[in-house]
DNA sequence: TATTATATATGACACAATGTCACTTTGTCA
DNA sequence: TGACAAAGTGACATTGTGTCATATATAATA
C-alpha cells in the first residue's frame, strides 16, 4: 500500500506517477520494470518514489488493486444482465475481460497484467471482489438447473468455469483470433454443460 | 541452449553446475535466482558460468527442458497402463506430475517451476514432447464414446482437460490438501464427462 | 621433447539499478 | 516573522550483471 503521503498528494501529481507506472508495465517486461524509468517519466525525484511506496512491489500490487477494482466494476454491471445460466455468466466474464485487454485505454496494462499470472497464485481477474469471496458467483448464478446437492459441489462446477475461461482468455491473447477463441470457449462451456460423452439426451 | 563447452565438460563438473544451480532456484524466489550464488556454489569463476551459458535464461531455459524430459518420460510410461478413457488420462497426468513435486528429489525444483509457469505461456508441463505436437494426446486417448466429429473439436476438448488439470495441480500444491485435491479432481472429470446440468440419461 | 596453437578458466572491471539518508525546500500556524 | 513539521531531493553505498584481457591447461605438430 503507498503512504499517507502519496495519498495526499494532489491528484494531478498522483495522477502523473500513477500514469508513468503503467507507462512503464505496458512498455517493459515484467521483471525488467524499473523505477529509474518511472521516476524519469513522472519526473520526480529518485528519494520520492521511496516515500510514496516502500518498494517497487509495492507499487506494482497498488496498480494492479486498482486496474482489477475497475475490471470487476464493469464486470458486475455486465452480469446484471445475464440471465443466471452459468455458461453465460462466464462467457460475459470472458467478454469483460478481453474487453479491458483489448479496448480500454489501459488494454496494455490489463495484457500484461494478465501474461503474468503465476499458477501458483490466485487469477486476480476470476477472484471474487474482497467482501464477497464466497458469494460473488452464487448472486449471479441459477443452481436450479444443475447436478449439484451441496455448496462445495457448486464451489467445484465455479473452478471448472474459472480454470476454462482464465484458459481461454490466455489463448485469445497469444493468438489474437477473437473470433475463433470466442467460438472455441462457447464450444468447451457447452461440453462441461452436457458432456462429453457419447449417449443419453444430454447430447447437443 | 549451453555452449559446447559446456557439453564437453567432464560428467563430475557439469553435474556439480547443474546441482547448484537447481538448488538456487529451489530456494530463491524466481526473480531473485543468482549467478552469484550459483558460481559460488559450484565452485566455478564467474567468468566460467558466461562461457557455459549465454545467461541466466539460457541457463533456466536448459535446466527446465531437461526437468521437463524427464517428467514425460516417467508420464509416458504411465500413460501406457490407461485404458484409454480421457478422464483416466487427466488424472494419470496430474499423478504424474505431483508425483514429480511431492516425491521427487527435485521436488522443490518442479514445484518452483510450475508455481511460475505465466498464463501468457504454454505450461510447460502440459505441453507435448516436441516431436508429438498433436498426436501426443490422440496416442493414448480413445476417441469411441466421445461426442466428437473432428479433429479440431478433439483439441478443444483436450483443453478442457488441460486447463482443469492444470488448475488441480495448482490448487492442490497452494492448500497441500493432496487427498483433497485428488477427489476434487475427479469430481471436475466426472462433471466434464458426464454435464454439469440436470436432466438426461448422463446423470451421475 | 620442444614449440606452437587452441580451448578453457579466471577475477577485476565497467555498468546499471536499487534503496537509503543527510540535507534542502516548502508549507503551516502561533 | 520564526520555528516546526512535512515533503522533496540527489549523491551514495550496495549488489548483481556480463565482459574482457590475461593466465593456464590441453592438444597438435615438428
Known amino acids: ?42 519526473e520526480i525525484a ?3 518514489f521511496y516515500q510514496y511506496f516502500t518498494s517497487k512491489e509495492d507499487m506494482l500490487a497498488y ?7 475497475e475490471l470487476k466494476q464493469k464486470m458486475e454491471k455486465e452480469l446484471q444482465k445475464c440471465n443466471g445460466e452459468i455458461t453465460e455468466v462466464f462467457l460475459t466474464i470472458y467478454d469483460c475481460i478481453i474487453h479491458q485487454m483489448v479496448k480500454n485505454k489501459d488494454r496494455k496494462v490489463y495484457a500484461k497484467i494478465f501474461a503474468n499470472v503465476k499458477a501458483g497464485e490466485e487469477n486476480y481477474f476470476l477472484k471474487p471482489p474482497k467482501e464477497e469471496k464466497q458469494d460473488f458467483y452464487e448472486k449471479y448464478i441459477q443452481k436450479e438447473n444443475l447436478k449439484i446437492t451441496s455448496k462445495e459441489d457448486f464451489r467445484i462446477m465455479i473452478s471448472i468455469f474459472q480454470a476454462i475461461t482464465s484458459f481461454s482468455v490466455g489463448h485469445t491473447i497469444k493468438t489474437k483470433d477473437f473470433e475463433k477463441e470466442r467460438q472455441n470457449l462457447i464450444k468447451r462451456l457447452s461440453y462441461i454443460k452436457t458432456g462429453i460423452e457419447k449417449g443419453g439426451s444430454n447430447v447437443c
Open 1 to 42: 500500500m503507498p503512504t499517507e503521503t502519496f495519498f495526499k498528494l494532489p491528484n494531478e501529481k498522483k495522477s502523473k506517477i500513477l500514469q508513468a507506472a503503467k507507462k512503464e508495465i505496458a512498455t517493459a517486461k515484467i521483471e525488467e520494470i524499473s523505477i529509474k524509468n518511472i521516476v524519469e517519466e513522472a
Open 63 to 69: 496498480l494492479i488493486e486498482r486496474q482489477m477494482e
Open 46 to 48: 529518485r528519494g520520492s
